[in-house]
């Protein structure tokens, strides 16, 4: 169980969580015609090493499973990497050259995306995580496509100070992203992270990150998707690593600070894609759930 001040590295805790995204990436990236593109996700969950990500990654698992399919999980990577890149595309599209991606994990875009020149990217994560990634992406011959910083400091130490050492001007429009970060938070810390985010942000920043709707706080569907997982091979145990209960609604806080925020439920985010909507079975689990946009002032 999650626990204050604990700690963990990619194929622990929280932090295998960030491969398991990878491996999805992964394998969303793979065939003649990929729902997205990620050249480097698959060297990353290798380096990881957890045999059942790496089984995902290179497209060796038959996951045809009745609540999520490997289809269905590729569609659901492609909809989610989608949106933050372009919350990214969009911002840089209106002048913003500063970008700070927040637990980073093993999250490629400072690589991958075509970056603006002058732009640069924060990644923050616990050192640990930072120094893998660099260090894989290194060897596989990545370059970054921007000015990338790396930020090593947990974000429950004193994040923004750090980030401000590190070159961070919070004079200047910012384009934030918060991916899958938020519900591996307690309530409290949710809000500090969202107030320290406001502290920084100039006029004209922007945000994007989830919207949980209340029944995707219950951890019905955390219980379903960690049992689907042992049946694929996989021993996460998704129920441990989430804080379930109320919480502030992230668009509610925001708005409250001045933040104009849009929410994009999950159906419509995956007709926007071109994909049928998720399955009743995922909708009953996780509500009107979906991603969020917040622009400053």
């Not at 990620?38 to 045809?64: C, K, S, T, W």
């Not at 130490?157 to 590190?166: F, K, Q, Y």
């Not at 949710?190 to 985010?197: G, P």
């Not at 945000?207 to 689907?228: I, N, P, S, V, Y």
Request: net charge negative; with cysteine; glycine share 8%.
């Amino acid at each position: 169980m999650r626990t204050d001040g604990d700690s963990w590295d990619l194929a622990s805790s929280v932090g295998a969580t960030a491969t398991a995204v990878a491996a999805s990436r992964a394998l969303a990236s793979r065939g003649p015609d990929p729902l997205i593109e990620d050249p480097y996700a698959a060297a990353l969950v290798n380096a990881v090493g957890i045999p059942h990500f790496v089984e995902v990654a290179e497209g060796q698992l038959d996951v045809d499973d009745p609540l999520f399919s490997a289809r269905q999980m590729c569609e659901h990577i492609a909809v989610r990497t989608r949106f933050f890149d372009q919350m990214f595309i969009d911002a840089c599209a209106a002048g913003i050259r500063q970008a700070v991606i927040l637990a980073s994990g093993l999250d490629t875009r400072a690589y991958r995306l075509a970056w603006p020149a002058g732009t640069v990217v924060f990644e923050i994560d616990q050192p640990a995580v930072i120094d893998f990634k660099t260090q894989v992406l290194t060897e596989a011959g990545a370059t970054p496509a921007a000015e990338r910083r790396t930020i090593g400091v947990d974000l429950r130490d004193d994040w923004p100070r750090a980030l401000r050492d590190g070159g961070f001007d919070p004079g200047r429009p910012t384009a934030w992203i918060a991916e899958g970060l938020l519900i591996y938070l307690p309530p409290e810390a949710q809000d500090r992270l969202l107030d320290a985010v406001t502290e920084l942000s100039a006029p004209g920043s922007r945000l994007a990150t989830e919207h949980m709707d209340a029944q995707a706080l219950t951890g019905d569907w955390a219980k379903a998707m960690t049992e689907r997982g042992r049946r694929l091979g996989s021993t996460i145990d998704l129920t441990e690593l989430f804080y379930t209960g109320p919480r502030n609604s992230a668009a509610d806080y925001l708005g409250a600070q001045g933040w104009s925020v849009t929410v994009q439920p999950n159906s419509d985010a995956y007709t926007a894609n071109g994909f049928a909507p998720p399955a009743d079975e995922l909708i009953a689990l996780t509500g009107d759930s979906g991603y969020l946009t917040a622009q400053l002032g």
